[in-house]
């Protein structure tokens, strides 16, 4: 089943979902602190994300390729939301 993201809510009913695969996403979403937030939402207690993310790579799908993360802007944007391990 494919969902589409309409860049402010997902049409997911909240602690819903068990698991969240999020790769290559992050460097395309104009709010990224939204999405990490639905994504907490729906998420169910004890949920796991697998979040990967674009750190030196060329610039693709644009003009939809807003930015980059460190590590550390990863761990600044997750922290509030998930235990980071």
Known sequence: ???FYNGI???IDSCSI???ICTQVLEHVANPENLISEIE??????GKLILTAD???QQHEKPYDFMRFTSFG???LLE?????K
């Not at 939402?41 to 004890?46: E, I």
């Not at 509030?80 to 980071?84: A, G, Q």
């Open 41 to 46: 939402r729906v998420l169910k207690p004890g």
């Open 74 to 76: 990863l761990r600044r």
């Open 18 to 20: 068990d698991g969240v």
């Open 55 to 57: 750190f030196s790579w």
């Open 80 to 84: 509030p939301h998930f235990c980071i």
């Open 1 to 3: 089943m494919d969902i």
């Open 9 to 11: 809510t997902f049409p």
